[in-house]
T-cell receptor, first 113, second 111 residues
């Protein structure tokens, strides 16, 4: 089983460029979310979705957009990349009716120069 | 701000010893979870403990929860080199949707 798949694994951007981090899950999970992980900061929630067509902001949403047109996909868009967005990004999903265990992708390491 | 703070930030032990990591949190919770992260990888769920539970076991893992002190501990018994990883606690802040993570404990088990 593929689980949660993130692409790309590595990306280097210049300040001001835009890009989309892709996330797909094949577990028919209703809930999906994006976190960023920075040294000494743990994981911080960026955006989340509880189903197709429904998205909401997390703790650190500024500079990021999301959409949820299908159950499977939850892309994260950086509109105008800034060096402060250099981080490792994780997508995670779970079903709405389970105990709340999150399933994580392997991460996307983004560097903004 | 982070929901949880793990203590210690880093822990180094010999193989075969027990490892104890602590987590403190700030708000009421429905449940608390522990996750493991190997270097360069995604997080993997280890164990969940509900707010009305005080202790839970899974293999070599033992988790305790003290809601009056807003704290939890994760004990790994008879540690192995393969247990080397970062360990994170996460809580739901009493809500239904999201998990909020602590800053993690980096565990090194020396063979």
């Amino acid at each position: 089983n593929a689980g949660v798949t993130q692409t790309p694994k590595f990306q280097v951007l210049k300040t001001g460029q835009s890009m989309t981090l892709q996330c797909a899950q094949d577990m028919n999970h209703e809930y999906m979310s994006w976190y960023r992980q920075d040294p000494g900061m743990g994981l911080r929630l960026i955006h989340y979705s509880v189903g197709a067509g429904i998205t909401d902001q997390g703790e650190v949403p500024n500079g990021y957009n999301v959409s949820r047109s299908t159950t499977e996909d939850f892309p994260l868009r950086l509109l105008s990349a800034a060096p402060s967005q250099t981080s490792v990004y994780f997508c995670a999903s779970r079903g709405m009716s389970n105990t709340g265990e999150l399933f994580f992708g392997e991460g996307s390491r983004l560097t903004v120069l | 701000s982070q929901q949880g703070e793990e203590d210690p930030q880093a822990l180094s032990i010999q193989e075969g010893e027990n490892a104890t990591m602590n987590c403190s949190y700030k708000t009421s919770i429905n449940n608390l979870q522990w996750y493991r992260q190997n270097s360069g990888r995604g997080l993997v769920h280890l164990i969940l403990i509900r707010s009305n539970e005080r202790e839970k076991h899974s293999g070599r893992l033992r988790v305790t929860l003290d809601t009056s002190k807003k704290s939890s501990s994760l004990l790994i018994t008879a540690s192995r080199a393969a247990d080397t990883a970062s360990y994170f606690c996460a809580t739901d802040r009493g809500g239904a949707n999201n998990l909020f993570f602590g800053t993690g404990t980096r565990l090194t088990v020396i063979p």
